[in-house]
């Protein structure tokens, strides 16, 4: 008997602990009590499930006492006590077991504790979602796993109440008390968590992925900019690196972000103002300065670590064939491309790499991780779009199909969703030349060396140009004519270098996230956060990234 109990209260106990999440405390202190429903939801029910569970834990082993005693016999059909062990309780309480331990690793390893969501929006309506079937997604058959347990007891209890509780206590416990409970039991396998505008910055996120992303290709590295994004989202389900590396990653996004931000300033400030002490301004530009040093410092120190790792290596051993390698060993005995001219014929000094380093990470983070949140932007807001992005997509590709260049060519619809979108939002609003000789432009005299600023989102909008310009229409890219007219990277001999990576990334990111998920908006109707230095940034986009439903 004793055995009995012990297992019994520890399975409750792991009922109790299952049913509850790692990470309560937000929703007590984000969900309004002003809503009855949130109340409910949130703080009632949970616990009644979790009373109603112990109440019943603590009848059945009333009745387990009272039949070892003699005060309760085993009724007729009946041909064991609670006390004894039967081959189907054995299996009810390994069904608990494995139940738990399911709930535990989905929260460990896909960091969610529940997978079917009740969100109370800010006007206190319950909207319920559940992409994934019932039995198919480990998180519920693990809630189904740890009830088998519970109706066993239940059903057992049923055939007790009846006979041996007063008439008037018996009829509400069998009539009521159990068919409530499992009912409530079965709501609770659906009921998963509660949480009010679950969100995530996409803005943040991206920016993190698209460091991650150059620095993949550009120096075959990795920075551990997710890893560290994912610790401040997840703080009870921590990423294990070094934390000095993780730090470092961080503070280099800042520098960049602080980079591009700092060219603005110094291309618009006259330095008399920049050097004034008047208003802070000379403080301002030697903070500036101060962190340009550092992120050159950075990539000097990886410049510096990739050329002992070359050094290094055998002369009969490859070496790694990347941006930043090519860049080392250029006109050397190492080198890993064929020299194209005899003018340049010099190994790059450290200061070039640099250069050249920094080119890429300023124009090939940022740049991207807006242009990916304005497609995200502009694909929620217009659901006929998002329909067309998903047909060509799912059209062209599995859902677990490696990506080709080859392939991501083949997606006319999803590249004119990239070109009207930086029609809207043109990565770069302003384009800065100056004229080497005197010119002559619409009846304006332009003298030599005046510098011009061509402003792109006006000639994205002008009538002139284009066709009903204020809708967003990625049709219109699918006309040769109205194509050839979009400066998205520019033109002629400076035109964006790193124009097709661009694109590529910017594809190859809407078919590996809407081949198998959905990015809806938070707040449909708030306006887009942007600001503009050098570059269209965006500030903040608030979205739920969730499962497509197929």
């Known amino acids: 008997m004793y055995s009995k109990i012990i297992a019994i209260i520890l399975q409750t106990c792991l009922i109790v602990k299952v049913m509850t999440p790692p990470n309560s405390n937000p929703i007590k202190n984000i969900l309004s009590r002003k809503s009855i429903k949130g109340i409910f939801v949130s703080d009632i029910f949970p616990n009644i499930v979790i009373v109603l569970i112990l109440i019943q834990t603590s009848l059945y082993l009333y009745v387990m006492c009272q039949q070892e005693i003699g005060s309760i016999p085993i009724l007729p059909d009946e041909n064991h006590k609670f006390s004894e062990w039967q081959l189907m309780e054995i299996f009810c309480h390994l069904c608990n077991i494995l139940g738990y331990f399911l709930r535990l690793?989905?929260?460990?390893?896909?960091?969610?504790?529940?997978?079917?969501?009740?969100?109370?929006?800010?006007?206190?309506?319950?909207?319920?979602?559940?992409?994934?079937?019932?039995?198919?997604?480990?998180?519920?058959?693990?809630a189904i796993l740890k009830y088998i347990l519970v109706l066993q007891m239940n059903f057992q209890l049923c055939r007790y109440i009846p006979v041996y509780?007063?008439?008037?206590?018996?009829?509400?416990?069998?009539?009521l008390w159990f068919k409530a409970f499992q009912v409530i039991c079965l709501i609770n396998v659906l009921h998963n968590r509660v949480i009010y505008e679950e969100k995530l910055d996409l803005s943040q996120w991206m920016l993190r992925f698209t460091t991650e992303t150059i620095?993949?290709?550009?120096?075959?590295?990795?920075?551990?900019?997710?890893?560290?994004?994912?610790?401040?989202?997840?703080?009870?389900?921590?990423?294990?690196?070094?934390?000095?590396?993780?730090?470092e990653s961080e503070e280099f996004i800042h520098r960049v972000d602080d980079f591009i931000n700092s060219l603005i300033y110094f291309l618009l400030t006259p330095k008399l103002i920049r050097h004034s002490p008047i208003g802070g301004s000379y403080q301002r530009t030697l903070q500036l300065l101060k962190e340009r040093d550092n992120m050159i410092n950075d990539l000097l120190n990886l410049v510096s670590q990739r050329r002992e790792e070359i050094n290094n290596t055998p002369l009969d051993e490859p070496i790694t064939p990347d941006m930043l390698t090519m860049l080392i060993t250029v006109n050397t005995d190492r080198s890993i491309i064929e020299n194209t001219d005899d003018m340049n014929t010099e190994p790059m000094t450290d200061d070039a790499i640099v250069g050249n380093f920094m080119e890429a990470a300023a124009g090939g983070i940022d740049t991207t991780s807006g242009s990916v949140c304005f497609v995200s932007y502009f694909m929620a807001q217009y659901p006929e779009v998002k329909k067309r992005v998903f047909e060509e997509i799912d059209s062209k590709f599995t859902r677990d199909q490696k990506?080709?260049?080859?392939?991501?060519?083949?997606?006319?619809?999803?590249?004119?969703?990239?070109?009207?979108?930086?029609?809207?939002?043109?990565?770069?609003?302003?384009?800065?030349?100056?004229?080497?000789?005197?010119?002559?432009?619409?009846?304006?005299v332009i003298p030599a060396e005046t510098q011009i600023y061509i402003h792109h989102y006006g000639m994205n909008m002008h009538e002139?140009?284009?066709?009903?310009?204020?809708?967003?229409?990625?049709?219109?890219?699918?006309?040769d004519r109205e194509k050839s007219m979009n400066f998205q990277f520019g033109g002629g001999i400076r035109m964006c270098p790193g124009r097709n990576l661009a694109m590529m990334e910017l594809k190859a990111f809407m078919v590996l996230m809407y081949r198998k998920y959905d990015i809806e908006l938070v707040d449909k109707n708030a306006p887009l956060k942007t600001h503009y230095s050098i570059i269209r940034h965006c500030d903040e986009l608030k979205v739920r990234i969730k499962p497509r439903v197929f």
């Not at 009740?118 to 480990?138: A, C, E, F, M, N």
């Not at 509780?165 to 009539?175: A, V």
């Not at 990795?222 to 610790?231: E, H, M, S």
């Not at 979108?421 to 005197?438: A, G, H, I, Q």
């Open 105 to 142: 690793w989905c929260f460990d390893t896909l960091k969610e504790y529940f997978t079917f969501d009740v969100t109370i929006k800010k006007d206190h309506k319950l909207i319920t979602t559940g992409p994934y079937s019932l039995l198919v997604h480990p998180s519920y058959t693990g």
């Open 165 to 175: 509780f007063p008439s008037t206590m018996g009829n509400i416990l069998s009539s």
């Open 215 to 247: 620095f993949q290709i550009t120096a075959n590295k990795k920075v551990y900019a997710l890893a560290n994004y994912f610790n401040k989202l997840s703080p009870k389900g921590k990423v294990g690196f070094d934390s000095t590396v993780l730090k």
């Open 403 to 444: 990506l080709t260049f080859e392939d991501l060519n083949k997606l006319p619809y999803c590249e004119a969703v990239i070109r009207e979108t930086s029609r809207f939002f043109p990565t770069v609003d302003l384009n800065y030349r100056m004229n080497t000789k005197e010119e002559i432009l619409n009846g304006y």
């Open 464 to 479: 002139a140009h284009w066709s009903k310009p204020e809708i967003f229409n990625p049709d219109r890219f699918l006309n």
